[in-house]
């Protein structure tokens, strides 16, 4: 299983994903997207489902029109794991 980040590597890791926020219960990092309408951030949504699938890592998320709140943290580990910044990368890219 993959293992909880601790200490020094994950402070080092989570000031790199400076626009995500981290939370504590449960240990997660959220992030909030914006898109011009509806048809937007579903595509964007489309696209980080195909790559959420091929990592088999899946985020926490919701959306409202234009809007897509996204958390991630890794449920089998009970908290934040390198699939997580993984996947956090992944959507910063797919973001642009
Ligand atoms: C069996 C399968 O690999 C696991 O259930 C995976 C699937 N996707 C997952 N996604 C997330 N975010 N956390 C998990 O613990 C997780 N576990």
């Known amino acids: 299983m993959t293992e909880k980040l601790?200490?020094?590597?994950?402070a080092m890791i989570?000031?790199?994903?400076?626009?995500?926020?981290?939370l504590h219960d449960?240990?997660?990092?959220?992030?909030s997207f914006s898109f011009a309408n509806f048809a937007e951030a579903f595509s964007f949504m489309t696209r980080v489902a195909f790559h959420a699938e091929a990592l088999d890592h899946h985020p926490d998320w919701s959306n409202s029109y234009n809007r897509v709140v996204i958390t991630l943290t890794t449920h089998?580990?009970?908290g934040l794991t390198e699939k997580d910044i993984e996947l956090a990368k992944l959507i910063d890219m797919l973001a642009v």
């Open 6 to 10: 601790m200490d020094e590597a994950r």
């Open 14 to 22: 989570l000031r790199d994903l400076h626009e995500w926020t981290v």
């Open 26 to 31: 449960p240990d997660a990092i959220t992030r």
């Open 76 to 78: 089998d580990a009970g």
